[in-house]
């Protein structure tokens, strides 16, 4: 991320969909720290998209040997399980799960699971079970869900991934993950603790599995998924019409495009609901996931494009000055434009995004979540 406190560090944009990274973003507007390890996400656009975004990585490189998680047609629960019984130590019998109480879930809600069972275990096709019953909104399949999770595989035991040791929940389209995780969640709840286990028919076994994170082809993996939220796509709310004498805001081609025109620059911060959404209002220190656009005053150029790409993830607590004062109190689904001024932007200038010195900038902000930082 290009626009928050400092530039990105990433590892191959291949190995996004299940990759032994940990990605950090930055940028001057928010501090976004977001994660990919081992994530279920597996379609090849969500890492097309992350690549060519100038927002959400500062580099990309390639691989050819990282895993791509994609389902093939061809893999079947029965294969999934007879290739796990070939990858199992010789001195453990492998044991076919048939009701998800064989696999025991503790520790406390919202905080990290444990997960046991009589490894080595498998299943023949993907079985989900609800621990605990949220109230939020229904996961449709083609839902953007924001989870905290961990993934454990059912061969030895061993756990792949957590979201929680990283510190930061995850955020991505059902239609980007393996379908075993899509098939967990789709139809649960916001605020569900959920467990889900799936054959590697339904996870990585078309891609051959994953040596970088002892995921061998035929693995049964076993995730337990908090659903934090299910962030909007885009701002949803009610048009309200701006102040006289400010920079012209209109759609083009799914995404706000801003015209400064004959617009006076003004020399203190401008907050300028455009649609008002209603959902919860945003406090000081909320983490949020936004879509924004980012203008020079000074060019009317775009610096910077985040509506390309899933949505960012930041804190609010560590926000430009500009971002803090603009939205605090903004409620969910709104689009806010805020023209701040150098001293609550770049006071000295940014190379990345790059902004040169008393440059006022010009922002257009979709509010698509907002929840406590934990």
């Known amino acids: 991320m290009r626009s928050w406190v ?5 590892s191959n944009c291949e190995f996004l969909r299940m990759a032994s990274i940990v990605l950090k973003r930055r940028s001057g507007n928010l501090r976004q720290v977001s994660s ?8 090849a656009a969500l890492t097309v998209a992350l690549c060519v975004s100038s927002l959400a990585l500062a580099s990309c490189s390639k691989s050819s040997s990282d895993p791509k998680p994609s389902v093939s047609a ?9 290739s796990a019984e070939a990858s199992s130590s010789p001195t453990k019998k492998l044991t076919m799960v048939t009701n998800l109480d064989q696999i025991k879930v503790s520790g406390e809600d919202g905080k990290a699971p444990k997960v046991d069972g009589a490894w080595p275990l498998a299943i023949a096709k993907t079985e989900s079970k609800v621990l605990k019953e949220g109230k939020g909104e229904k996961v449709d399949k083609n839902a953007t869900i924001k989870v905290n999770y961990v993934g454990v595989n059912g061969r030895t035991g061993k756990e792949f991934d957590s979201s929680y040791k990283r510190g930061a929940a995850a955020t991505f389209p059902l239609a980007q993950v393996v379908p075993g995780f899509a098939k967990g969640l789709a139809g649960k709840h916001q605020g569900d603790r959920v467990l889900i286990m799936l054959p590697g028919s339904d996870g990585y076994d078309s891609q051959g599995g994953s040596p970088q994170a002892g995921i061998m082809k035929g693995d049964s993996l076993i995730f337990v998924v908090d659903i934090v939220g299910l962030p909007l796509s885009k701002a949803t709310g009610e048009s309200v019409k701006p102040a006289a ?7 083009v081609q799914g995404a706000p495009a801003v015209t400064i025109g004959k617009a006076v620059k003004p020399n203190k911060l401008v907050v300028q609901p455009l649609i008002k959404g209603k959902g919860p209002a945003v406090a000081a220190n909320d983490a949020i996931d936004v879509k924004y656009r980012t203008y020079a005053w000074s060019s009317g150029k775009l610096i910077e494009d985040g509506y390309s790409g899933e949505p960012v993830t930041g804190s ?32 000295s200038g940014s190379t ?14 979709d509010i698509l979540s907002a929840q406590k930082e934990s």
């Open 352 to 365: 990345n995004p790059l902004v040169k010195k008393g440059e006022t900038l010009v922002y257009v902000i």
């Open 316 to 347: 609010m607590s560590s926000a430009i000055p500009g971002w803090k004062k603009g939205l605090t109190g903004q409620t969910v689904g709104s689009r806010v434009m805020l023209i701040v001024p150098p001293a609550d932007a770049y006071p």
């Open 36 to 43: 990919n390890k081992y994530r279920p996400v597996s379609a």
């Open 6 to 10: 400092s530039s990105s560090t990433s």
């Open 74 to 82: 061809s893999s079947t629960p029965a294969s999934a399980s007879a």
């Open 245 to 251: 004498g400010l920079p012209a805001v209109k759609e």
